[in-house]
């Protein structure tokens, strides 16, 4: 099983990055999918998960209204259209795989990760 994000990059404040990940190896068709986030210095963190059909979606406060992620079960991908950039959010992106249907916050009930994409937002 493998993950790959990509669509990182260098983003002046205010403008827009598309993140893409793809799995390959298994369908996770009937898995939940996020993304979490992991800061210089900090712990990784929740950032958005969307659940098997995705009918449900969650978000973390810091990014609700600025980010959509969304998945595509036919091509195996999950993206996260992220507008509205700010320095803040400056990280490593990580998409990985639930245990279960429904997408959660909690790191511990996903399974598979991938290896990261770096955004940077200047100011």
């Known amino acids: 099983v493998q993950l790959v994000e990509s669509g990182g990059g260098l983003v002046q404040a205010g403008g827009s990055l598309r993140l893409s990940c793809a799995a390959s190896?298994?369908?996770?068709?009937?898995?939940?999918l996020a993304w979490f986030r992991q800061a210089p210095g900090k712990e990784r963190e929740f950032a958005a998960a969307?659940?098997?059909?995705?009918?449900?979606?969650y978000y973390a406060d810091s990014v609700k209204g600025r980010f959509t992620i969304s998945r595509d079960n036919a091509k195996n991908t999950v993206y996260l259209q992220m507008n509205s950039l700010k320095p803040e959010d400056t990280a490593v992106y990580y998409c990985?795989?639930?245990?279960?249907?429904?997408?959660?916050?909690?790191?511990?009930?996903?399974?598979?990760w991938g290896q990261g994409t770096q955004v940077t937002v200047s100011s």
């Open positions: 969307i659940s098997w059909r995705g009918g449900t979606t």
């Open positions: 990985a795989v639930s245990l279960y249907a429904i997408g959660s916050y909690r790191q511990h009930e996903y399974r598979y």
């Open positions: 190896g298994r369908t996770f068709a009937n898995n939940g």
